[in-house]
């Protein structure tokens, strides 16, 4: 679970450093943050679940 999850960000800091490269796909950019916040804090709260 954990290397899926460092997958994604991976992924999503890719695509965000893409969009805001190609000031054309600036919405590629913020849809890369969203998704990168949004992985984050899904991978720390069942990372803490699963600690209890």
């Known amino acids: ?3 899926l ?3 994604l960000l991976a992924a ?3 695509l965000s450093v893409v ?3 190609i000031k ?3 919405w ?3 849809i890369g943050v969203v998704l990168f916040v949004a992985t984050a804090a ?3 709260v069942r990372r803490k679940s699963l600690r209890r």
């Open 12 to 14: 999503w800091l890719i």
């Open 42 to 44: 899904i991978g720390a």
């Open 5 to 7: 999850v460092i997958v």
């Open 24 to 26: 054309g796909l600036l």
């Open 19 to 21: 969009g805001f490269a």
């Open 28 to 30: 590629l950019g913020l």
């Open 1 to 3: 679970m954990l290397v």
